[in-house]
C-alpha cells in the first residue's frame, strides 16, 4: 500500500489590495479578524534584507503588509503593493462572474453561524452579493465580495 503525505494544515491567505489599513479595517469590522502585528512598510530602497522582500520578487519595490489572525487560527495577509501598483485591470472582470475565467485563486471561506446576517453585514460594509444561497450536505453556502473584488464564501458550520 502506497504511503499517503503528509496533510499539510493552511498557515495563511494573501490578499492583494490598494490600501491596507482601509482593508484591515474592514475584515476586522465585518469577520471579527484580529491585528496579529502592526502594519509594517518594506522598501527594497532603504533595506533590501527583510523576511517580506526575501521571498518576494525583485520586481517588488515596496509593499505595506498587515497580518490578521481568524478564530481557527488560519492568518490573513493583506498586502499593498506601492511599487509597483496593482494593476487596475483586473477591476474589469470584477462584479460580471469573468474572473473565475481567468484560473488560479478563486475564493476563501469564512464559516459563520448565519449566512443570511453575515451577508448583510457584508453588504452594509460596502461588499457586493455574488450569488444566491445554496445548501449541500447540510450546509448553507453563498459568495460575497469584499470592496477590493476578492471572493469570501460564507458557510454554515455542518
Not at 496579529?36 to 530602497?45: A, G, K, M
Not at 503588509?65 to 511599487?83: K, M, P, Q, R
Request: proline letters at 6%.
Amino acid at each position: 500500500m502506497a504511503k499517503r503525505a503528509f496533510n499539510h494544515p493552511v498557515n495563511h491567505i494573501g490578499l492583494a489590495v490598494p490600501d491596507v489599513e482601509v482593508a484591515q479595517k474592514w475584515y476586522m469590522d465585518v469577520f471579527g479578524f484580529r491585528q496579529l502585528r502592526s502594519i509594517s512598510f518594506e522598501d527594497r530602497d532603504a533595506n533590501e534584507d527583510t523576511a517580506a522582500l526575501n521571498i518576494l520578487p525583485p520586481v517588488v519595490r515596496k509593499v505595506k503588509l498587515a497580518y490578521l489572525g481568524t478564530g481557527n487560527s488560519v492568518g490573513i495577509e493583506l498586502f499593498e503593493f506601492i511599487d509597483p501598483k496593482i494593476d487596475p485591470r483586473r477591476e474589469t472582470h470584477i462584479g460580471n462572474g469573468q474572473h473565475i475565467m481567468l484560473g488560479g485563486f478563486f475564493h476563501f471561506a469564512i464559516t459563520t453561524p448565519d449566512i443570511e446576517a453575515m451577508r448583510r453585514k457584508v453588504l452594509e460594509y460596502w461588499g457586493k452579493a455574488v450569488g444566491g444561497v445554496g445548501t449541500l450536505d447540510g450546509e448553507e453556502g453563498t459568495y460575497v465580495q469584499d470592496p477590493w473584488g476578492n471572493i469570501v464564501e460564507l458557510i454554515t458550520p455542518c
